[in-house]
């Protein structure tokens, strides 16, 4: 738990005030000015305007709108769409893993009935039978999860930690389970399918092309981040922190633990449905994957990846899943493989996800010492390359010989022949896998060195700037 | 009486596999507080080695030989995975087994590719063991039982009569004074996670070619298993053994009954046509709904007794 504790919340308020010269130590507690004293301004003033938020806000912003712009092929629109899609629905989960120490293995039973519900509720307005506008279904979608959260929710945030995660996958199976049951419902095997442009049309706009429900998804993707982060400056997303970091105390304080976890739950669950909402629109048709248990992992393993201990981690980790379901499944039939492997260096070595990464390395960045380790850094990506591409061009082997035997023993593999049946090609393969783990190993060596004496530089400038 | 005696001894042996599943991880769960997510995924890896060992020595060996396998890598990963991550708390360690299961799966799809595999019952243990009211029951069945039976004494005897079971008991509560006695606890916990693995994969051995030995079958008792330890009480050797026979027996029960609420209200007087109200809800048979059983069960036990049948903390 401790790994996903050393989080912002508290420090943005310490930052806050360092920038406006209060000492550190005493978040909110401003020293009174002496009028006509402190007159002329020696420092900048970031209230009533914090102007580094409307700078991320603003880019943020920016970025959702130029992005189609930039990259304009229908295919790069079809994955922004899904990137949107994903980060709503990977920020709704931290909610619950990174904010709420709650590692659920269910989250998509969530988001798949917001897309049930948002699909069905589709099909009703174009029978004609209600109008709503399309653009507010995934809100419908996100009301019905909330519903589910509050009848499932119940059973599973009686408990917390490693019982919550069994009881969660449990009922994710149920409702999987479920599914198979209720063909009226769930489709069965061919799913629901829909059509998006039906309803009112205000302004022209039908959801039609790609590029307005692109702008749709973007709208929905801003106001769900904005909202999920102003949840994180509430006093109950606060209180969830607190719920995760030292249940005990919470409850001697006088709150109920499981209370505060079943609303932030039931939170969770609306955003995840908004983005199951959202998938049905994009895609027209819901099968019952969608609220399968490999799905659910998906969600729980790129969140990690992203980063769970900051904010904007899971906004790396949906750009991630969308990248890495489509575009390296299309590379390699191994990808799972390299998932895992990522995914299990990742815990055992960064467990603060990409996000951490960054976020450590911005730090040494801030005291001016990045340029010192940069070549580390070139030395550590060649010989990690050298080293995935001998292990890749066995896995790829392995691969090949196992599915597309009736091929041929020979591969391309990086735009080079190889014979998978060759005693050399797997010598080769091996002997590039152990020279570039060897070389790694040693520059590896060079880089802790490296990084352990800034960052106690680092520990005793801060030291140094608390006394000044 | 014929469908309630037959279905009883398949419930039973069925229910017996999965407390060898459940015993494992149990054992993880109460020592080291991990719940090894990747437990079904050591099951599999048994069933898949025993079929290559069969091949290359015959069953009984590979009875042994899987399991001592399977355990050397599950000790191993604990050694040099779940050792590291140890400090960092139990969201951490249950991440790193996620992550195992991926790779396990992968891994098995790469070696023995992603159909299933062709892993028989061996001669010797083929045919009927008796014939109940006309049906015959196999002996690989009873043979099951049997392993499952020895398998519990054998960790009851362990656990309880022999030095380095006190140790694991001492350590399962008070690790710091146990180390402080001068017994090496890391050992004692990578010996406790690579024998539950193991375990888990003399339940593949015998379970592998009872059913189906695929990439899918870690996936098809996975969360029952876990169904199963939360039922139990976690941490609760017993009280996994009771819930793993319970289940076993409600669910091969439930697949065999060819009833629906239609029936049942039928009989009340209550008329049902497609026209009611949740007829699709109505129109469910019992077998239908057997896979979801233990779920509900689950859902039912964390209403009414959230420590679970004979657990003893809640969670």
């Given at each position: 738990m401790n790994t996903l504790s050393n989080i912002e919340p508290g420090s943005e308020a310490e930052r806050e005030n360092r920038r406006a010269g209060v000492p550190m130590g005493l978040p909110g507690a401003a020293p009174a000015r002496v009028p006509g004293r402190h007159s002329r301004k020696d420092y900048y003033e970031f209230k009533p305007y914090n102007v580094g938020r409307w700078i991320v806000w603003g880019g943020f912003a920016l970025l959702l709108m130029v992005a189609p712009m930039l990259f304009t092929s229908s295919l790069a629109h079809t994955m922004l769409s899904q990137m949107g899609i994903a980060i709503i629905v990977c920020l709704s989960y931290n909610m619950i893993l990174g904010q709420g120490g709650m590692l659920s293995f269910g989250h998509a039973v969530y988001s798949g009935m917001g897309a049930f519900l948002a699909i069905h509720t589709l099909n009703l307005v174009s029978k004609g039978g209600w109008p709503i506008p399309v653009s507010l279904i995934p809100v419908v979608g996100g009301i019905s999860s909330m519903f589910f959260a509050v009848l499932l929710g119940y059973v599973t945030t009686k408990k917390a930690a490693t019982p919550f995660a069994m009881i969660t996958l449990g009922i994710g199976e149920l409702v999987w389970a479920s599914a198979l049951m209720f063909p009226e419902f769930f489709g069965g095997e061919g799913g629901i399918s829909g059509n998006r442009v039906t309803g009112p049309k205000p302004l022209g706009i039908t959801f039609g092309p790609q590029l307005q429900l692109y702008y749709l998804i973007a709208t929905y993707t801003f106001v769900c981040t904005a909202l999920m982060f102003a949840f994180t400056r509430t006093p109950l997303g606060r209180m969830i922190n607190a719920v995760r970091d030292n249940p005990e105390r919470v409850e001697f304080v006088g709150y109920d633990t499981q209370k505060v976890r079943y609303i932030v739950f039931i939170l969770s669950a609306f955003f995840a449905g908004i983005s199951g909402g959202l998938a049905a629109l994009n895609f027209e048709i819901v099968t019952s994957e969608v609220v399968g248990g490999p799905r659910s992992g998906a969600?729980?393993?790129?969140?990690?990846?992203?980063?769970?201990?900051?904010?904007?981690?899971?906004?790396?980790?949906?750009?991630?899943?969308?990248?890495?379901g489509v575009l390296l499944s299309e590379l390699t039939k191994a990808w799972l493989l390299y998932l895992g492997l990522v995914f299990l260096f990742m815990v055992m070595y960064a467990p603060g996800g990409i996000a951490s990464l960054i976020m450590m390395n911005l730090r040494v960045a801030s005291f001016g010492r990045l340029k010192e380790i940069w070549v580390s850094y070139l030395a550590l990506a060649?010989?990690?390359?050298?080293?995935?591409?001998?292990?890749?061009?066995?896995?790829?082997?392995?691969?090949?010989?196992?599915?597309?035997?009736?091929?041929?023993?020979?591969?391309?593999?990086?735009?080079?022949?190889?014979?998978?049946?060759?005693?050399?090609?797997?010598?080769?393969?091996?002997?590039?896998?152990?020279?570039?783990?060897?070389?790694?190993?040693?520059?590896?060596?060079?880089?802790?060195?490296?990084?352990?004496?800034?960052?106690?530089?680092?520990?005793?400038?801060?030291?140094?700037?608390?006394?000044? | 009486?014929?469908?309630?005696?037959?279905?009883?001894?398949?419930?039973?042996?069925?229910?017996?596999?999965?407390?060898?599943?459940?015993?494992?991880?149990?054992?993880?769960?109460?020592?080291?507080?991990?719940?090894?997510?990747?437990?079904?995924?050591?099951?599999?890896?048994?069933?898949?080695?025993?079929?290559?060992?069969?091949?290359?020595?015959?069953?009984?060996?590979?009875?042994?030989?899987?399991?001592?396998?399977?355990?050397?890598?599950?000790?191993?990963?604990?050694?040099?995975?779940l050792r590291r991550v140890h400090k960092f708390g139990h969201v951490p360690e249950l991440l790193i087994t996620f992550g195992l299961s991926f790779i396990l799966l992968e891994m098995v799809q790469l070696v023995w590719g992603t159909s299933s595999v062709d892993y028989r019952v061996p001669a010797a243990l083929d045919g009927p063991l008796f014939t109940i009211f006309g049906t015959q029951f196999p002996m690989y069945r009873g043979f099951m039982m049997l392993v499952a039976l020895l398998m519990l004494v054998a960790l009851w005897l362990l656990l309880t009569r022999t030095r380095i079971g006190l140790v694991i008991q001492a350590a399962l509560t008070h690790p710091d004074t146990v180390e402080a006695l001068g017994h090496n606890v890391p050992r004692v916990f990578m010996l406790v996670f690579g024998g539950g693995c193991a375990l888990a994969a003399l339940a593949g051995v015998i379970g592998g070619n009872a059913f189906v030995t695929e990439p899918g079958m870690a996936a098809t008792v996975g969360s029952v298993i876990f169904v199963v330890v939360v039922v139990g009480g976690m941490?609760?050797?017993?009280?996994?053994?009771?819930?793993?026979?319970?289940?076993?027996?409600?669910?091969?029960?439930?697949?065999?009954?060819?009833?629906?609420?239609?029936?049942?209200?039928?009989?009340?007087?209550?008329?049902?046509?497609?026209?009611?109200?949740?007829?699709?809800?109505?129109?469910?048979?019992?077998?239908?709904?057997?896979?979801?059983l233990p779920y509900l069960f689950l859902v039912l036990i964390l209403i009414f007794r959230p420590k679970g049948l004979l657990g003893t903390r809640e969670g």
């Amino acid at each position: 738990m401790n790994t996903l504790s050393n989080i912002e919340p508290g420090s943005e308020a310490e930052r806050e005030n360092r920038r406006a010269g209060v000492p550190m130590g005493l978040p909110g507690a401003a020293p009174a000015r002496v009028p006509g004293r402190h007159s002329r301004k020696d420092y900048y003033e970031f209230k009533p305007y914090n102007v580094g938020r409307w700078i991320v806000w603003g880019g943020f912003a920016l970025l959702l709108m130029v992005a189609p712009m930039l990259f304009t092929s229908s295919l790069a629109h079809t994955m922004l769409s899904q990137m949107g899609i994903a980060i709503i629905v990977c920020l709704s989960y931290n909610m619950i893993l990174g904010q709420g120490g709650m590692l659920s293995f269910g989250h998509a039973v969530y988001s798949g009935m917001g897309a049930f519900l948002a699909i069905h509720t589709l099909n009703l307005v174009s029978k004609g039978g209600w109008p709503i506008p399309v653009s507010l279904i995934p809100v419908v979608g996100g009301i019905s999860s909330m519903f589910f959260a509050v009848l499932l929710g119940y059973v599973t945030t009686k408990k917390a930690a490693t019982p919550f995660a069994m009881i969660t996958l449990g009922i994710g199976e149920l409702v999987w389970a479920s599914a198979l049951m209720f063909p009226e419902f769930f489709g069965g095997e061919g799913g629901i399918s829909g059509n998006r442009v039906t309803g009112p049309k205000p302004l022209g706009i039908t959801f039609g092309p790609q590029l307005q429900l692109y702008y749709l998804i973007a709208t929905y993707t801003f106001v769900c981040t904005a909202l999920m982060f102003a949840f994180t400056r509430t006093p109950l997303g606060r209180m969830i922190n607190a719920v995760r970091d030292n249940p005990e105390r919470v409850e001697f304080v006088g709150y109920d633990t499981q209370k505060v976890r079943y609303i932030v739950f039931i939170l969770s669950a609306f955003f995840a449905g908004i983005s199951g909402g959202l998938a049905a629109l994009n895609f027209e048709i819901v099968t019952s994957e969608v609220v399968g248990g490999p799905r659910s992992g998906a969600y729980l393993l790129f969140t990690f990846l992203g980063g769970a201990t900051f904010f904007f981690g899971p906004i790396i980790g949906g750009v991630l899943m969308v990248l890495a379901g489509v575009l390296l499944s299309e590379l390699t039939k191994a990808w799972l493989l390299y998932l895992g492997l990522v995914f299990l260096f990742m815990v055992m070595y960064a467990p603060g996800g990409i996000a951490s990464l960054i976020m450590m390395n911005l730090r040494v960045a801030s005291f001016g010492r990045l340029k010192e380790i940069w070549v580390s850094y070139l030395a550590l990506a060649v010989t990690a390359l050298i080293a995935l591409i001998g292990a890749a061009a066995m896995i790829e082997m392995l691969y090949h010989l196992k599915l597309n035997a009736a091929l041929g023993p020979e591969l391309t593999f990086m735009g080079a022949r190889l014979n998978a049946h060759g005693v050399d090609t797997w010598f080769g393969a091996i002997f590039v896998m152990l020279t570039g783990i060897g070389m790694f190993e040693v520059a590896r060596r060079h880089y802790v060195r490296q990084w352990g004496e800034i960052q106690e530089y680092i520990e005793k400038e801060m030291k140094r700037r608390e006394t000044l | 009486m014929e469908f309630f005696t037959i279905s009883l001894l398949n419930g039973i042996s069925y229910g017996l596999l999965l407390f060898m599943l459940c015993s494992g991880l149990t054992l993880i769960f109460s020592m080291m507080g991990v719940l090894n997510f990747a437990h079904a995924s050591f099951y599999m890896l048994g069933a898949y080695f025993a079929y290559t060992a069969t091949q290359l020595l015959g069953f009984f060996p590979a009875l042994a030989v899987a399991p001592l396998l399977v355990g050397l890598i599950g000790a191993l990963f604990e050694k040099f995975a779940l050792r590291r991550v140890h400090k960092f708390g139990h969201v951490p360690e249950l991440l790193i087994t996620f992550g195992l299961s991926f790779i396990l799966l992968e891994m098995v799809q790469l070696v023995w590719g992603t159909s299933s595999v062709d892993y028989r019952v061996p001669a010797a243990l083929d045919g009927p063991l008796f014939t109940i009211f006309g049906t015959q029951f196999p002996m690989y069945r009873g043979f099951m039982m049997l392993v499952a039976l020895l398998m519990l004494v054998a960790l009851w005897l362990l656990l309880t009569r022999t030095r380095i079971g006190l140790v694991i008991q001492a350590a399962l509560t008070h690790p710091d004074t146990v180390e402080a006695l001068g017994h090496n606890v890391p050992r004692v916990f990578m010996l406790v996670f690579g024998g539950g693995c193991a375990l888990a994969a003399l339940a593949g051995v015998i379970g592998g070619n009872a059913f189906v030995t695929e990439p899918g079958m870690a996936a098809t008792v996975g969360s029952v298993i876990f169904v199963v330890v939360v039922v139990g009480g976690m941490g609760s050797l017993a009280g996994a053994f009771v819930a793993s026979l319970l289940i076993g027996i409600i669910q091969t029960f439930a697949v065999g009954v060819d009833a629906s609420l239609i029936n049942g209200l039928g009989q009340l007087g209550i008329d049902i046509t497609p026209q009611t109200f949740g007829y699709p809800l109505w129109k469910l048979k019992i077998s239908q709904i057997a896979p979801i059983l233990p779920y509900l069960f689950l859902v039912l036990i964390l209403i009414f007794r959230p420590k679970g049948l004979l657990g003893t903390r809640e969670g």
